[in-house]
């Protein structure tokens, strides 16, 4: 079982869902507990496969534990804790580094699980609003938190992590996940494009420190557009962003769209509303995949309804590198399902930190 000091009953008698998980030091994270759950409950096309958050180096767990706060850093480790001033200008594999180091099953929340709450939201009708718009939500006039830092005009810049109203909790309740909509752009794991060629660590994989994600790795696969079925989804990719076959991102008629060939391509970040289409040759096992790792609107349904969320992209650079959520100055573009492919691993700036995540992987 997960190693739960017993000072946090306190803390489980108010909010069962909420965990406080102590490293291999003795320190305390405090965590939200998110049960696994089918496609089928998730999205109105999906199946009885259950999201792959929940699917971690072959093994299926029945729960994941989702830090409640962004992080922030102490003796160079990264920690879930409230009314902080979360860690920025760190990079990919800073973040990585200073997760792991807590010992077995911490890491940095990965993209399947950040999906994995985007579609909950959604389906619950609980998308959260946040600071992206310096220290507001742009759609809120009245509600503030406590600020931690300013811009160079002055303006509110970051929040102190969970000082915000119950509507920025992903499921608008105490025991809810804060700040996954604005405050900073977290870093997701396991997600790149390639020139333009998505590319995972496939499932959950990423959540085992084990997992190689150097950016030579293996374990790096593309996307087959024809895939037969999920156990046909992933493709040795030839490192140059141009696998025969493999899903790319393409812009088109300034939205996104998935393909198999890219018809323009441009070493820059461009930004559009999450309405991303696909062109013809994409299976629907290859759809239901970007659906589940919110990559993809389900059929039919416009990007309105994902809370105007933005997808930042630059599909012609080498490897880019995915951070989720927006920061305090993206208003309506911020949320649970704002993505950003613009930098490499190496890429820090005052506006990008992350939020640790803990998986059991083993008896301990």
Same mark, same amino acid.
């Given at each position: #079982? ?17 965990? #406080?998980?102590? &490293?291999?030091?003795? #320190? ?14 998730? $999205?109105?096309?999906?199946?009885? =496969? ?16 989702? @830090?409640? %706060? ?20 760190? *990079?990919?594999?800073?973040?990585? &580094? ?28 609980? #998308? ?30 970051? !929040?102190? *992590? ?11 309740? $105490? &025991? @809810?996940?804060? &700040? !996954? ?60 962003? *141009? ?5 790319? /991102?393409? %812009? ?10 890219? =018809? ?23 759809? /239901?995949? $970007? ?18 969320? %933005? ?23 911020? @949320? ?29």
């Amino acid at each position: #079982m997960a190693n739960f000091d017993t000072s946090g009953l306190a803390l489980a008698a108010v909010c069962p869902s909420n965990k #406080m998980i102590l &490293d291999d030091k003795g #320190m305390p994270g405090f965590y939200v507990q998110v049960g696994a759950q089918k496609l089928s409950a998730l $999205l109105t096309g999906g199946d009885d =496969t259950v999201h792959p958050a929940f699917r971690v180096s072959g093994v299926e767990k029945p729960y994941i534990y989702i @830090g409640k %706060y962004q992080g922030v850093e102490d003796n160079g480790r990264i920690y879930s804790l409230p009314g902080v001033d979360p860690k920025v200008s760190i *990079t990919h594999d800073q973040y990585i &580094d200073r997760c792991q180091a807590k010992g077995s099953g911490h890491h940095c929340i990965t993209a399947a699980e950040r999906a994995f709450l985007a579609l909950w939201c959604r389906k619950n009708g609980t #998308m959260p609003k946040g600071n992206n718009n310096y220290g507001k939500d742009s759609s809120e006039a009245l509600y503030t938190a406590i600020p931690a830092a300013y811009d160079a005009d002055g303006r509110i810049a970051r !929040l102190l *992590t969970g000082t915000g109203p119950l509507s920025w909790r992903h499921n608008g309740a $105490l &025991d @809810g996940i804060c &700040d !996954l909509n604005g405050n900073i752009w977290e870093w997701a794991l396991g997600i790149r494009l390639v020139h333009g060629e998505l590319q995972v660590i496939p499932w959950n994989n990423a959540a085992d420190p084990d997992v190689d994600m150097s950016a030579t790795s293996a374990q790096w696969q593309a996307i087959k557009a024809s895939a037969s079925s999920w156990e046909d989804l992933f493709i040795p990719p030839n490192g140059q962003g *141009t696998t025969t076959g493999s899903v790319k /991102l393409d %812009y088109v008629s300034e939205h996104w769209q998935w393909a198999t060939t890219i =018809t323009s391509q441009e070493d820059s970040i461009r930004n559009a509303v999450f309405y991303l289409t696909t062109a013809s040759g994409l299976s629907p096992a290859a759809k /239901l995949f $970007l659906q589940t790792m919110a990559l993809l609107p389900e059929d039919g349904q416009e990007g309105d309804t994902y809370g105007g969320d %933005y997808l930042f992209a630059n599909n012609a650079a080498e490897a880019r590198y995915a951070y989720c959520g927006g920061g305090w100055n993206n208003g309506s573009g911020a @949320g649970v399902f704002a993505l950003n492919f613009g930098y490499d691993r190496s890429y820090s700036y005052s506006n990008v930190g992350g939020r640790p995540a803990y998986a059991e992987l083993a008896a301990e």
